[in-house]
């Protein structure tokens, strides 16, 4: 008899534990899919502001003056210098999501 009552005591107590991990990781997913929407807009926006860059630069061929031409490329290369800044923010974030997700995980298999 108290054979079983330990029996069913430890199978509780596992159920329990693996009810805790599930909602660790769940809670570690959310968050994931939370960050990966940001990203996804984030990204978005890139593209849009690619399509603006894209315009001004077919614009700009059609200029004959050399100092608009001047402009059009400064603006062109600033817009860009700020793109690849967005574009490394947007990498960064995205490697430090993986890692907490394998911290998170990497946790829940060594509890």
Do not use: C, P
Request: charged share 35%; hydrophobic share 40%; no cysteine.
């Amino acid at each position: 008899m108290v054979d079983e009552l330990k029996s069913i005591s430890l199978t509780t107590e596992s159920k329990t534990e693996a009810s805790l991990r599930v909602t660790a990781t769940l809670s570690l997913l959310e968050a994931a899919i939370e960050e990966a929407e940001l990203l996804q807009e984030q990204w978005e926006g890139v593209r849009r502001q690619l399509g603006e860059l894209r315009r001004a630069a077919v614009n700009g061929k059609s200029y004959t003056d050399a100092g608009v031409k001047e402009e059009t490329f400064k603006y062109l290369l600033l817009s860009l210098e700020e793109m690849r800044e967005k574009w490394h923010a947007i990498s960064q974030m995205a490697i430090e999501i993986k890692e907490v997700l394998e911290e998170g995980f990497a946790d829940e298999e060594g509890a």
